[in-house]
Structure formats: structure tokens, C-alpha cells
């Protein structure tokens, strides 16, 4: 037994020649937001389709809740909620009766629908035709679907794609409430690392069927801690003065630098270095963002 819900082992999935998804090892703990990162076409929902059986894995594994997907999947699936890519309904029904309909075919009671509309806060316009809601509102009606089940595990394909600001924080909002208020665990993907950010606990970044970064939303940030750059003569002699006032420096392409240093500290080095009879031709204060983290993981040199 472990401790994870999700587990991949070798995951891949080629389509004749060309390799979607290439051996990765996916692992997603109880009662983690796990953030699916990528740029759009790096592998994310083939992944989930391979996830919920939709797709068949060219090689590897894939266990859910400690089962093997390959010999179990009508067991595990009873627990699966998911939204992949667009949202199915009927636009000439009403938000209720379109869950209705799908809690007949579930087996689900009648009580577990108001229950759903309360949690993606469309109380209020469930007699409505669904024709007439607006995008936000039909994404969190197939959240909603997705829920009718009580799944102990939710995946969610781009859920906030199309929406206007107001929808995405709607949907946002609501992701974050789900493991703690009904303890799931749930599987998101994005090709927004802002999205990401603001509800993930762990993340995995993918590209061309690569994954390239597996750790919690914190070690991703600390990619993105402080550093400074120091342009001096005579490195070697710098590097080991600023050593002696217990500043730990490493010389890469003609310059010293100071990782995980505070801004305060950039005048200090500066006095230090001019006091010591260096020559300072050059101090710049380095912090990159999480998209330009997010950007050389993936190593692309233009915003998404």
C-alpha cells in the first residue's frame, strides 16, 4: 500500500511514430490539488484520458487508489469524478434536470442533487434552461456532474479555459474548497503556472510528453528566490574575501553570484567589495518570476 491515489510507472502513449507521452511517473498524494502544468499540446489530456481509461497506454502502468487501471477500472471509476475538455448537457433542460437525468443513470438520490448545486453555487438558477447560463456557469454545472457520485478522486481538463476573470476565480475558488471541506483529492490541468499557483499544493510541469518538474507548489517557488550578480575584477580573489565575510558566492560566465540573497544585503556587498580596493563595474539584483521559472522548465523562450 502507499500513500497515493494516483501513480504512474512508465506511462506512455505513441500515436505511430510520434511519442505523446513518454515514461512518466506520476504520483498524486490523499487530499492533494495537484496542478497538471503545460503548454498547450505537451501531453496533459492525453495523460488524463490514459487517467480514466479513455486511452490505452502504448507501455507502463497506471494505479488508482493502490488498484491497477488495466484489471480494475469499473472499480476505480465508481470513485472518479471528471470534466475532460468541454462540459456535455442539455441546453433545453434546466441545470436541475440535467442532473437529474444523470443521477438516474448513477443510482444516485435525489437529495444528492440540491447537495451538488449548493457546492458549485448554482442554487439559485437551477430551474433555468441551461442554454441560457452563462460559460462559468456551464463549467461548474459539469463540475457538478462530476461530483453527483461523492468521487474520492476529481480530475478537471482545463476547467477554467474560455472564462472572463470573474469565472476563473469562481472555478478557482471552488477547487480549493473540495479537499477540505469533502476531503478529495483532486487532479487539475492548466496551461496558465498563475492558475496553478493560487490552488495547487503539488505540481507536475510536462512538455512534449516530458515531465519535468514533480514537487510541492513551495519548492517550486524557491526556483525563484533572489540572487545577485556581481561584476568585479579578479573573481577569485572577490570570491574568497566575500567567503570571509560569510557570503557564499559561485563564479559562472565571468561573474560572481549570490543565491537567495535579500535586497537589503546587495548595498552591504557593495560596500564591502569597494572597501576591500575592488573595482564594482556591475550589481545586479536578480528575481525572476514563476513564469520565467515556468518558462526555462519547459524551455520556451515566449510567453504562453
Not at 220 to 240: F, H, M, Q, V, Y
Not at 262 to 267: G, I, T, Y
Amino acid at each position: 500500500m502507499t500513500n497515493y491515489v494516483v501513480e504512474t510507472e512508465q506511462l506512455t502513449k505513441k500515436y505511430k511514430e510520434q511519442t505523446i507521452v513518454n515514461k512518466i511517473h506520476l504520483k498524486v498524494k490523499e487530499g492533494d490539488i495537484y496542478g497538471f502544468l503545460g503548454p498547450n499540446g505537451a501531453g496533459k489530456t492525453t495523460t488524463i484520458r490514459m487517467l480514466l481509461g479513455l486511452a490505452t497506454p502504448t507501455s507502463g502502468n497506471i494505479y488508482v487508489f493502490d488498484l491497477p487501471l488495466q484489471t480494475r477500472r469499473i472499480d476505480i471509476l465508481k470513485h472518479v469524478g471528471s470534466l475532460v475538455e468541454s462540459p456535455s448537457y442539455y441546453g433545453h433542460l434546466t441545470g436541475y434536470e440535467n442532473l437529474a437525468s444523470l443521477a438516474r443513470i448513477l443510482q444516485v438520490p435525489q437529495q444528492r442533487i440540491e447537495e451538488v448545486l449548493e457546492i458549485v453555487r448554482l442554487s439559485e438558477v437551477a430551474n433555468r434552461l441551461v442554454k441560457n447560463y452563462s460559460l462559468g456557469m456551464k463549467q461548474r454545472l459539469g463540475i457538478a456532474a462530476a461530483l453527483l457520485s461523492k468521487p474520492k478522486l476529481l480530475i478537471l481538463d482545463e476547467p477554467t479555459n474560455g472564462l472572463d476573470p470573474s469565472g476563473i476565480q469562481e472555478i478557482r475558488e471552488l477547487i480549493k474548497e473540495l479537499p477540505v471541506k469533502y476531503g478529495m483529492t483532486v487532479i487539475v490541468s492548466s496551461h496558465l503556472l498563475s492558475e496553478i499557483d493560487q490552488m495547487a499544493t503539488q505540481v507536475g510541469i510536462i512538455n512534449k510528453g516530458q515531465l519535468l518538474f514533480q514537487d510541492s507548489i513551495e519548492m517550486l517557488r524557491k526556483k525563484s528566490e533572489p540572487s545577485l550578480k556581481i561584476g568585479t575584477d579578479n573573481l577569485e580573489e572577490a570570491k574568497k574575501f566575500l567567503q570571509q565575510k560569510g557570503i557564499v558566492t559561485t563564479l559562472k560566465e565571468g561573474y560572481l553570484w549570490t543565491p537567495s540573497i535579500a535586497k537589503e544585503a546587495v548595498s552591504t556587498i557593495n560596500y564591502e567589495l569597494i572597501s576591500a580596493g575592488y573595482d564594482v563595474f556591475e550589481l545586479t539584483y536578480y528575481k525572476p518570476s514563476l513564469e520565467q521559472i515556468f518558462l526555462e522548465i519547459t524551455g520556451k523562450e515566449k510567453s504562453l
